[in-house]
């Protein structure tokens, strides 16, 4: 991928902790603050599950910002668990709760391994994953949403999509071609399929927002089923 992840140290009380650092993640974080705070549309205490969060940067930032939602990280690598963690501790953070396992390839009931107290969640956020794992995983995601979201909650998507079958401009398509020689089962995900895979979990595509750099975030609507 374009984006590059790197290792860095920091302080949390007087002890050096090492985090992974995203430099796409710091471009994006304040646009997707943005459309969350725009989606979310209310200050009343909510809880939030982010399923993927990778490094740990967008969670503690957004739980800086929106202090009434209590947020719920998770990661299926050990290495970004432990960068999660040490962010928490770095930006102390008390609306961020201790990082969970989730691999959306994964069978629903090991989500979270016993841990996800907080369900049912208000909302779940899934940012820049869909297109570097294999469908399955996009599967479980819709699944395992479905299962720990509340009825009428929402379930954030924020990446680089194909819609109605196109990919625009030129860097998507180089994007979507390299990630195809890197592994045949990733790439851009086209808006129509996630429809009908949502569909069949009981969401709905309430709303596509357009973002900087050629990114859109998109919204499902959880059935009252």
Not at 71 to 92: F, N, R, V
Not at 150 to 158: A, D, N, P, S
Request: net charge negative; glycine share 8%; proline share 4%.
């Amino acid at each position: 991928m374009a984006s590059s992840v790197e290792d860095c140290v920091g302080h949390c009380s007087g002890a050096k902790v090492t985090v992974m650092r995203s430099s796409a993640a710091e471009r994006n974080k304040a646009s997707i603050l943005d459309s969350v705070r725009r989606i979310i549309a209310s200050d009343q205490p909510i809880t939030v599950l982010e399923i993927g969060s990778g490094t740990g940067q967008h969670v503690t930032y957004l739980a800086e910002h929106l202090p009434f939602v209590t947020w719920q990280p998770s990661e299926c690598d050990q290495k970004s668990l432990t960068s999660i963690k040490s962010y928490i501790q770095i930006t102390q953070k008390a609306n961020v709760l201790d990082p969970v396992w989730i691999d959306t390839r994964d069978p629903v009931g090991d989500w979270g391994r016993g841990a996800l107290n907080g369900a049912p969640f208000d909302a779940a956020l899934c940012i820049n994953m869909l297109h570097v794992c294999e469908w399955k995983a996009t599967e479980g995601l819709f699944k395992g949403c479905d299962r720990f979201l509340k009825k009428r909650g929402i379930l954030i998507i924020y990446g680089p999509f194909k819609v109605e079958g196109e990919v625009c401009p030129e860097n998507n398509e180089q994007l979507d071609s390299m990630l195809r020689q890197q592994n045949s089962e990733w790439g851009l995900r086209e808006t129509a399929e996630l429809k009908r895979c949502a569909a069949s979990s009981g969401f709905v595509l309430e709303n596509l927002i357009e973002m900087p750099s050629n990114h859109k975030t998109l919204v499902f609507r959880k059935s009252d089923d």
